[in-house]
C-alpha cells in the first residue's frame, strides 16, 4: 500500500466492531476511532418508537461522524499516519435506508452526500458477518438496557443490509479492499489463533 492506511471495522449491532478495533489497535500499535454511543440523547427514544425518532437519531449520528472524521482527516490522514476506525461513515447510509421513509428519507440521502462525497473513504474494511442468534446473544452480553427493545427483525434487516451495501461497496470502490471475516467460523476472542490470523493479514495489506 503506497500511503498509511485508514482502517474500518463494520459489521451489524453486536458483531464485535469495537472488540476487534481495539484489539487490532493494540496488536499493530494504531490509534483507534470509537463510536460514542452512551452519551447519544435519541437512542433510547428511537428503540421505543423508531418512527417518531429517526430522524433526529440518524441525523444525530451523521453530524457525530461527520465531525469525528473531520478530525481524523486532520490528525492522522492529512499527515500520512495509519489509523483504525470501529465504524465506516458509510454505515449512515445503511441505517438511513433502513430507518426513514419517504421524503425524509430522500433529504437524509441528499445531506449524507453533500457532507460526505469529498472525504477520503478507509481503503481497507474488515467486515465481521454474524447471525442473528450471534448478535442478540452478543448484545445482551454487552447489557446495554436500551437495546433490550431491539427487535429480531429489525436486526435480520441490518444483517441482509450490510451483505448488500459491502457487496454495493466493493463494486463501486474497487480499489477498496474488503476483508469479510465470517462469525460463525472466526471467533477472534476466544480463539488466539483466529485473532492472529486477523491480524496478519491485516499487516500485510498495510505494506
Ligand atoms: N468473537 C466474539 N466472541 C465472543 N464475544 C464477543 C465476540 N466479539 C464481541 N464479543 C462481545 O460481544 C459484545 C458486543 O461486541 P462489540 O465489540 O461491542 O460489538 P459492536 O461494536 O459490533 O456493536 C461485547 O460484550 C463483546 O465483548
Ligand atoms: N439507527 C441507527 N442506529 C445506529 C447507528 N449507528 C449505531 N447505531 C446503534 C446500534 C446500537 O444500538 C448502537 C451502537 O452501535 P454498534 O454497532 O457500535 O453496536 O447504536 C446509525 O447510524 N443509525
Not at 173 to 194: A, L
Request: charged fraction near 30%; proline fraction near 5%.
Amino acid at each position: 500500500m503506497k500511503h498509511a492506511p485508514f482502517i474500518a471495522v463494520e459489521g451489524p449491532i453486536g458483531a464485535g466492531k469495537t472488540t476487534l478495533a481495539t484489539m487490532l489497535a493494540g496488536e499493530l500499535q494504531l490509534p483507534v476511532i470509537k463510536e460514542i454511543v452512551e452519551e447519544n440523547p435519541f437512542l433510547d427514544k428511537f428503540y421505543q418508537n423508531m418512527d417518531d425518532w429517526s430522524f433526529q437519531l440518524e441525523m444525530f449520528f451523521l453530524c457525530n461522524r461527520y465531525k469525528q472524521l473531520e478530525d481524523t482527516v486532520y490528525q492522522y490522514i492529512d499527515k500520512g499516519k495509519p489509523v483504525i476506525s470501529d465504524y465506516h461513515i458509510y454505515k449512515n447510509l445503511i441505517f438511513g435506508e433502513r430507518t426513514l421513509k419517504g421524503t425524509k428519507r430522500e433529504k437524509y440521502r441528499q445531506i449524507y452526500h453533500v457532507l460526505t462525497d469529498d472525504l477520503p473513504k478507509p481503503d481497507i474494511i474488515l467486515y465481521i458477518r454474524a447471525d442473528l442468534d450471534t448478535l442478540l446473544e452478543r448484545i445482551a452480553k454487552r447489557g446495554r438496557p436500551f437495546e433490550e427493545e431491539i427487535a429480531p427483525a429489525y436486526l435480520q434487516q441490518l444483517i441482509e443490509d450490510y451483505d448488500a451495501a459491502m457487496a454495493s461497496l466493493a463494486l463501486t470502490g474497487p480499489s477498496t479492499v474488503i476483508v469479510t471475516i465470517d462469525g460463525k467460523q472466526v471467533d477472534f476472542v476466544e480463539n488466539q489463533e483466529d485473532f492472529t490470523a486477523i491480524a496478519s493479514q491485516l499487516k500485510e495489506l498495510m505494506k
